[in-house]
């Protein structure tokens, strides 16, 4: 999506920003803070585009670090991660005593797998604030690979992660892996050993979209299980696969959720490398993964070429493999996208990728526990048990 007009003229620099006494007036700053008061109840109730006209009403009173970082946050609610870095480097470039913004910037840097740029802007940040505390938090998240914002690194007007909205999730869940939504939007993959033998499962995109899983089929060979969504999750479009496997040595993109035990919300991670060798075993087509993804867990992220075509399925435990496309095809059918006829893609930008990726990977939740599948701020009501108990292992 293209930037805003407020967004733009952040862009163009100081220059383009002539009206701070405009916007320095007793009335004018009340106004200012009714605007960005209702623009953050927007973005939390997942109103974007209510969201977005707070802000840039806002931004076009005065230059401030902390509104364009609400601007910032409005492109990553909606999935806009392209526009979202541009801005996040006119951030930390132009407000430079604002170290939130530089921290910002590292921190979708890693995400989109540009690591020793993101570890120069840190370090940048570092220098002239050491003992903040996100840039501590950042900095023990970039040591352990973990990027799940929690504490400091939830606190406005920089809070790195998504708000949440849709279903509710049950106090007790936690995020055990990765899943990758299909094509038709209405199911996901995701390994079985993400997954207790009883209890709840739910989904939850880049964007914080939420919806309920439940079990639909089981391939115990491939350690798969096939979800059936409690509603449609938006899908990136224009979904392609190779006309044949992609060869060891080929360039990829893998994704990956960071488990983390509280259910926090977060942003997928990506990174580069190339595709490995096959490896012996009754999988036929398995293979080493080749690109090295930050911590540990059972995996579950799509895996794509440079054309953004999706190659495979990351799974875990133990050393990084990669099941084949075609080995999900023909378990699963044609549910992952057109077949192309190009043998070789056209490369596609890294941020690109990302964003197309903000969709079709998913934050695997679950709970030993049955849990009532709600809107958010919903509760149950009435005699009846609307979450009867049933086995995550069974088949619909």
């Not at 909205?165 to 899943?179: E, H, L, M, Q």
Request: with cysteine; glycine share 12%; charged share 15%.
């Amino acid at each position: 999506m293209a930037l805003s007009v407020a967004a733009c003229a952040a862009l163009a620099g100081p220059a383009a920003h002539d009206h701070h006494e405009a916007g320095s007036t007793p009335q004018s700053l009340a106004e200012r803070q009714q605007l960005l008061a209702e623009a953050e109840r927007g973005l939390q109730a997942g109103d974007v585009e209510a969201a977005r006209q707070g802000f840039e009403q806002a931004a076009l009173q005065v230059h401030d670090a902390h509104i364009e970082l609400g601007l910032l946050r409005t492109h990553l609610q909606a999935g806009e991660y392209r526009p979202a870095l541009a801005f996040a480097a006119h951030t930390a470039g132009v407000h430079a005593d604002e170290v939130e913004g530089r921290v910002f910037y590292a921190w979708l840097l890693n995400l989109g797998g540009q690591v020793a740029v993101a570890e120069q802007t840190l370090q940048q940040a570092e220098a002239s604030a050491l003992d903040h505390p996100m840039v501590k938090a950042v900095r023990q998240r970039f040591r352990t690979g973990a990027l799940v914002a929690d504490g400091a690194l939830l606190s406005l007007p920089a809070r790195l992660a998504p708000f949440t909205t849709g279903v509710a999730v049950s106090p007790g869940a936690r995020a055990a892996g990765t899943a990758l939504l299909l094509a038709d939007g209405r199911h996901a993959l995701a390994p079985r050993a993400a997954l207790p033998p009883v209890g709840s499962i739910w989904v939850r995109n880049g964007l914080g979209r939420t919806v309920a899983a439940v079990v639909d089929q089981q391939d115990e060979s491939l350690g798969l299980v096939l979800l059936s969504l409690s509603q449609a999750l938006p899908v990136a479009g224009g979904e392609q696969v190779p006309p044949r496997d992609a060869f060891p040595g080929s360039p990829a993109f893998a994704l990956d959720y960071p488990t983390n035990p509280s259910g926090l919300p977060a942003w997928p991670v990506m990174r580069a490398g190339f595709l490995g060798t096959p490896v012996s075993g009754a999988v036929e087509g398995l293979r080493r993964l080749g690109v090295e993804l930050p911590g540990a867990g059972p995996r579950g992220g799509p895996v794509y070429d440079q054309g953004g075509r999706l190659v495979g399925l990351a799974m875990g435990q133990g050393a990084d493999q990669m099941l084949p496309v075609s080995t999900l095809r023909q378990r699963f059918g044609e549910r992952f996208g057109a077949q192309t006829v190009e043998p070789r893609p056209s490369p596609r930008a890294a941020d690109e990728l990302y964003e197309r990726a903000m969709k079709s990977s998913l934050q695997l939740l679950v709970s030993e526990t049955r849990a009532c599948h709600l809107p958010v701020g919903l509760t149950s009501t009435g005699g009846s048990n609307p979450c009867p108990t049933k086995p995550l292992n069974a088949s619909m």
